[in-house]
């Protein structure tokens, strides 16, 4: 087991063993543990002080299903704060299968317009990793799209490719890193957080994976592990949001568009209501069937990663069956879509694929269009303004810097007071004023506004692990704090965060992906291990960002939402402060 | 004695006798008490909750000598934290002869592109003062210049102005409230922390203070006040800086230009230098050499205020004689200049005009422009290109509302690490890296990087109270603190800070000041009590910044300074953190 530190300063790298203190971390719970550790709080997010760590999950690389996930983690150009966003794609799994577990980079190549690759593979002969740096000056300023293939052409097809796109160049705050779809495309993305431009800051362009000759994840016990992965894939199989031609693998995330709208808690139009009257038209049930029309065929949806097993990936597709965007994500159909006021599935995956291409977060992307609209620089509704709107945001102007700014940030510009964010980070695609729980989380979570932190909206929306009220705050930050730890584990094991909506209904499921890591890393947890140990993660977080400034002050929801009733069910958020603060304080 | 109480949201106004718990308070003292009772720390800046406080100083609209200053205070939209910025003008001794203490606003208007005026009066009839509303919409959109006759022409030449410029309609981070100066130009200023905004923001354009009539401050020991205020004018006329025809009254307070060049702690271009190869191009001395030619006399300095004698402010002519600008401070003579790399008067007084039309803060304009400058997007030195920057800034664009954010935000916008800024806020025209005192104070002051709030450059640098070191951090801490205190207790007396050059070496002058506000108020205090009284405004300032989130993590210089050694000295900022820490744990 390796850990990579890659030093843009001087262009050098050093392979060490990996710390024993390491040795039991994976995805989020190594991010966080290397950036708390070694990131001074204060440091400019975008100097030669932060570290960008990327590193798979405890059990990426293996069988276990849905697992080819990776954590990148730095200080948050966009938050201040620390930092994890992880992405599916077989660059997770390669980086695993090399055996290293944790790829740091520091320092900062001189900036003179010259941007720098980095090629990791086997070297056989030393029986570890080796690195090579490559000259990548040419892949800047470059569409992704246009990008991608050449480093398949350069490097041949038995890589991945994770890279910052233009945005990471400016130093975008809705910068995000993006790695190869199983198509090959710059589809996949640590999207949050702005860590596309902690990787351009650093001079870092790319980084390719070349997989031939990798020895690899080492299994400690094969027979544990294989009891869990079967456990795991079982419940993957039996529950109705993940089975086969379950909701997730025929509407892909985007069938949570008319739940949220029958639920009221679809924010739309830059949070002013949570109904969209145009959510069928752009909802998972509108891809499906209207990918049918055009394709003449029903269409399930394909995985994202090597070894995926829920497959929730969907397609659109133009009139004339063609490829218009993959994936048409929830939060992106969402964020371009109902909280912009638009309807159409075209218009919004153009956007989608834009987003792709300049390496922009969807979220913050259709977040921040949100405000803008609002401001008045264009309609609501306007489609073609929204998609010239993220041309700029490509080419780097004035009025595309302060969008990528993200969503506080451009509202700043415009002198906004309804500005949808939490310690800078634009909100996701659930209402805090209608669904509390999720409100909580976007409050107090390390992340800023983030809902895969701790998604509540299993209870409260999907009645995933129960029912509850989701207008209720109480009872809710307990829950929050518990769905916040138990996805730190989650985020440590390397699983998608979606199998949790299988694993937390059947309690195999659950055994399984302790049992998972157990086998790979011959530990001896349990279930009731899950919470303590993400915890332990959270608090390592929660540390740092109290020492960059990020104290109970900033867990707090815009001040909009407390006062402005929103419809339909006219509420306001009315978490109390205090069960705020317990989130953290009781952890 | 009045606190008038304006509500923007309905329209309406309430005067009301001022509390007994005030009637000791005025300027900082009083605009600090008011909003850290009753501004939410965790309200947006912009919003409905924020309240704009006007307050004169406690011996403002007395004889009392260079008295005639108000304090303006709000939470700041620039730092996010509590604001107080003073300016000098008869508006200031007009609402003290109203008998005015405290004039706050309340709530907003619904915006639809409409603002109002408000005009106070003194209702003779109800021996009390009056408010009445206008509407002012017509003055919106334009330059102040244009705005400011207009006023005098409706409402008679009796009057005092204050308003926002076109960058308080935007909503802007460096917007000012803008005041007249004694030839009715609107060029002095509340300036800093983007006051002008927070009272756009409510809808309010103008207040019209109308001085028919008016009492007159009411003076409770004549006698005591007389002998305070004749020591205070001694003290003024007899020290070399503040004395007719001394160094303020001669050159301005550009006379420090060539001081702190000199000294190696003029920043220049984007404060990457200590030495400024222009500075004597641009200093005082330049100023009245340049005019002495132009005019064919010798001209001294004029006040900004009624009953001001030290009169500091200066005036830069045209090669034809005719005004170009007025007055070139020290502080926008350095920020549009030497931290531009901008070496031409004229240039400097075109765009030190064109910030008074707009109602921008200059210091923020200048530091804003010099890291735009090394971000590339001009090159230093293109004086052209500075105003047209300034331009875009009035124009709105999306340009001009990154640069309109200041310093902070311009910075983020472009990616950039190098960013003077401290809470957000600019730093003023003393680099911390050669006079570590100065530093101390950025650091810590509860107003973001401010020289006013702690200015140690005068034992530093000019010897004033003795002489410092102003390399070594031995003891600056309790310097910073200690001025940091008396500061807040001038603030407080409604004197201008630059009666302390004189009054701290030339003690029965800072008897006077106490003398004087036992005049007014009928208080006893002595000499020893100042630092207490400013100790007691610094604790209330500094408990709504905790609340508001700016805790002792941001208490802190820029990484850049601490690493990157500034020529000709070549030394970092090198106070540790625990020395700045203590300049509040000890207050």
Same mark, same amino acid.
């Given at each position: 087991m390796w850990l990579?530190?890659?030093?843009?300063?001087?262009?050098?790298?050093?392979?060490e063993p990996l710390p024993d203190a390491y040795k039991h971390l994976g995805g989020r719970g190594m991010t966080s543990t290397i950036v708390a550790k070694e990131v001074p709080p204060l440091c400019h997010p975008l100097g030669p002080n932060n570290k960008l760590v990327f590193a798979p999950g405890i059990v990426t690389g293996t069988p276990a299903p849905t697992s080819a996930r990776v954590s990148a983690g730095a200080k948050s150009p966009l938050t201040g704060g620390i930092k994890e966003s992880n992405g599916g794609s077989s660059w997770a799994a390669d980086l695993a299968d090399m055996q290293v577990r944790a790829l740091v980079i520091e320092g900062q190549a001189k900036k003179n317009g010259k941007y720098w690759g980095l090629n990791l593979a086997w070297d056989a002969a030393a029986g570890q990793p080796k690195v090579e740096f490559f000259d990548a000056t040419k892949y800047a300023g470059k569409d992704l799209f246009e990008v991608f293939p050449?480093?398949? &052409? @350069?490097?041949?097809?038995?890589? *991945?490719?994770? /890279?910052?796109?233009? =945005?990471?160049?400016?130093?975008?705050?809705?910068?995000?890193?993006?790695?190869?779809?199983? &198509? @090959?495309?710059?589809?996949?993305? *640590?999207?949050? /957080?702005?860590?596309? =431009?902690?990787m351009g800051s650093k001079g870092l362009k790319l980084i390719v994976l070349s997989r031939?000759?990798?020895?690899?994840?080492?299994?400690?016990?094969?027979?544990?592990?294989?009891?869990?992965?079967?456990?795991?894939?079982?419940?993957?199989?039996?529950?109705?949001?993940?089975k086969p031609k379950g909701a997730l693998n025929t509407y892909g995330t985007a069938v949570l568009i008319n739940i949220l709208n029958e639920a009221g808690g679809l924010p739309t139009r830059n949070f002013s209501s949570g109904r969209f009257e145009g959510a069928a038209k752009i909802a998972g049930e509108a891809i499906f069937e209207g990918n049918k029309q055009r394709l003449d065929k029903e269409l399930y949806n394909h995985a994202c990663s090597p070894g995926c097993i829920i497959q929730c990936s969907n397609t659109w597709h133009n009139p004339d069956g063609t490829e218009a965007a993959s994936c048409v994500e929830y939060e992106s159909d969402w964020a371009l879509g109902a909280n912009c006021g638009i309807d159409n599935l075209d218009d919004i995956a153009t956007m989608i694929k834009l987003c792709n291409g300049y390496g922009l977060d969807t979220i913050e992307t259709g977040a921040t269009i949100g405000v803008i609209m609002e401001a008045g620089v264009i309609p609501f509704g306007d489609s073609q303004g929204a998609i010239n709107l993220i041309h700029e945001m490509g080419k780097g102007t004035p009025l595309g810097r302060i969008l990528g700014g993200g969503t506080a940030f451009a509202g700043k510009a415009y002198g906004m007071t309804r500005v949808p964010a939490v310690k800078g980070q634009g909100m996701p695609a659930y209402e805090p004023r209608a669904v509390k729980g999720i409100g909580i989380t976007y409050a107090t979570s390390t992340m800023g506004a983030d809902h895969t932190a701790g998604y509540t909206i299993a209870p409260e929306i999907l009645g995933v692990s129960g029912k509850q009220d989701p207008l209720t705050p109480e009872g809710k930050a307990a829950l929050s704090r518990g769905f916040q730890a138990a996805t730190a584990f989650i985020d440590t094991s390397g699983h998608c965060l979606f199998i949790a909506l299988a694993i937390l209904d059947i309690a195999s499921g659950m055994e399984g992906m302790v049992e998972e890591c157990n086998g790979v890393l011959g530990t001896k947890w349990t279930t009731a291990d899950i919470g303590r140990l993400g915890a332990e993660v959270l608090k390592a977080e929660r540390a740092f960002n109290e020492a960059a400034g990020l104290g109970k002050e900033t867990d707090r929801i815009p001040e909009f939402m407390r006062t402005e009733p929103l419809p339909p069910h006219n509420q306001v958020f009315d978490v109390s402060d205090e069960a705020l603060d317990s989130v953290y304080a009781e952890l």
């Open positions: 990579i530190r890659v030093n843009m300063t001087d262009l050098t790298s050093r392979v050449k480093v398949y &052409a @350069k490097f041949g097809d038995k890589i *991945s490719i994770s /890279g910052c796109g233009v =945005s990471g160049e400016y130093g975008y705050g809705n910068a995000s890193i993006v790695y190869n779809d199983p &198509a @090959k495309r710059p589809t996949r993305y *640590s999207g949050r /957080g702005g860590l596309g =431009s902690v031939a000759g990798t020895p690899g994840v080492a299994i400690t016990d094969e027979a544990l592990f294989d009891q869990g992965r079967k456990k795991m894939i079982d419940a993957l199989r039996t529950h109705d949001i993940t």
